[in-house]
């Protein structure tokens, strides 16, 4: 749902002081060129810790709207902190920008950041995973261990195509977690699933074509043979080049669901790594995620 609302009192960009892929100075003339259009400041964050206060204490002000400058895992560490009412915004400067992608953010740097003085108020669906607030998928055992692996020097240089490659790698040795999902009184087995609120997974890969982050449901795809021959199946129906391989995945929506693993499995929210664990519980939080998008 859509909502025009006046400009915000005062914008507040938050950009990590360490990006190598945000262009600062492209944001400072963005932010001087709307000066007299609206009061913006950039606060370059030295921490991952510094990013959550900074978030939690301007987002809780009536009239603030704060803004993640960086890629989807900036967005999902502002997004974790922010008030309850609070508004977020984005300047995509990250290797996939999903998620500003899938709410048609502009990539370009003086777009976005225009969009943050006229956009609209977007309400956005919101997941959790173990406590943890996500926007477009939560990834169980393979992809986490391939995002892990991924340096910020390898994204740097070569982009996405660093997760290629390290998922080639990983394939070699890899051995997948059994997992157990329920939802809504029916169970799933497979070696690797994804739960996903947006339809893009990672640049032009869509796994779950059918998510909307406004329905009211997530999309749970499970891979039930982790093979090279399956995996590389369902790679070609994400990238709409053939069918769903219907006889060795599934697709289940849902609101609730419980996954279950035979051993610690790593997974990632919206690309951010998070230590294994053996039971993953994800839902839809209560109320969305208030959004400036155009």
Request: glycine share 10%.
């Amino acid at each position: 749902m859509l909502m025009k609302t006046h400009p915000p009192e005062k914008i507040y960009i938050l950009a990590n002081a360490g990006a190598r892929t945000l262009d600062f100075k492209g944001l400072e003339a963005a932010c001087a060129r709307l000066a007299r259009h609206a009061a913006i400041e950039i606060i370059k964050t030295a921490s991952p810790q510094q990013a959550v206060s900074e978030t939690a204490r301007l987002s809780a002000i009536d009239g603030n709207l704060v803004a993640a400058a960086g890629g989807d895992g900036t967005i999902n560490t502002l997004l974790n902190a922010l008030a309850p009412d609070g508004l977020l915004g984005i300047i995509p400067a990250g290797t996939a920008n999903v998620i500003a992608r899938e709410l048609g953010v502009p990539l370009k740097i003086s777009d976005a950041v225009k969009v943050l003085v006229t956009g609209a108020v977007q309400q956005v669906d919101t997941a959790v995973c173990n406590g943890r607030k996500y926007l477009f998928v939560a990834g169980f055992g393979f992809d986490a261990e391939v995002a892990a692996s991924v340096g910020g020097w390898r994204k740097k240089i070569l982009g996405r195509a660093a997760y290629h490659l390290a998922g080639l790698l990983r394939f070699i040795t890899y051995q997948p977690p059994r997992l157990k999902i329920s939802c809504a009184g029916k169970t799933y087995r497979g070696r690797y699933a994804i739960i996903a609120n947006m339809r893009r997974y990672g640049g032009e890969l869509f796994f779950a074509p059918q998510a909307r982050f406004d329905d009211g449901k997530l999309d749970l795809v499970i891979l039930r043979r982790f093979s090279a021959g399956s995996l590389l199946r369902l790679l070609n129906f994400a990238r709409g080049n053939a069918a769903f391989p219907a006889d060795v995945a599934e697709i289940v929506q849902g609101s609730h669901f419980i996954v279950e693993a035979d051993r610690p499995t790593p997974y990632q929210l919206d690309g951010e790594v998070f230590p294994a664990a053996e039971r993953f519980e994800v839902t839809l939080a209560a109320q969305p995620t208030r959004l400036i998008t155009p």
